[in-house]
């Protein structure tokens, strides 16, 4: 097995922080790096999930809903949530 250097383009915050974050888990930015190439090699690809987020149906339902509540001048009003959950109580 041998060893070799390469060289990898980042953020200077996001690695700022990313050593600081491996700091407290008692290893240094090269090692994480090494674990996740490791870890990716025995997952066959990222080993973690990689997408992008979308809603799922209801989801975007609800949303559509709360875009038509939100522009509806016939729906009640409330200052705040003890308002809100005093007329629910009467």
């Known amino acids: 097995m041998g060893i070799t ?6 953020d200077s915050d996001i690695k700022k922080q990313c050593e600081a974050l ?7 930015l090269t ?7 490791r870890q990716s090699l025995r997952a066959g ?9 979308q809603p799922n149906k209801e989801t975007i339902a609800a949303m559509l ?3 038509q509540i939100s522009h509806d ?3 009640k009003r409330y200052s705040d ?3 809100a ?6």
Do not use: Q, W
Not at 5 to 10: K, T, W
Not at 31 to 37: D, E, K, Q, R, Y
């Open 5 to 10: 250097n390469f060289i990898v383009r980042m």
């Open 22 to 28: 491996y700091g407290e888990l008692g290893i240094n």
């Open 31 to 37: 090692t994480a790096i090494n674990v996740f190439l």
């Open 45 to 53: 690809g990222f080993p973690f999930d990689v997408r992008i987020e």
């Open 65 to 67: 809903e709360a875009g």
């Open 73 to 75: 001048p016939s729906v």
């Open 81 to 83: 949530v003890e308002e």
């Open 85 to 90: 959950l005093r007329v629910l109580k009467d």
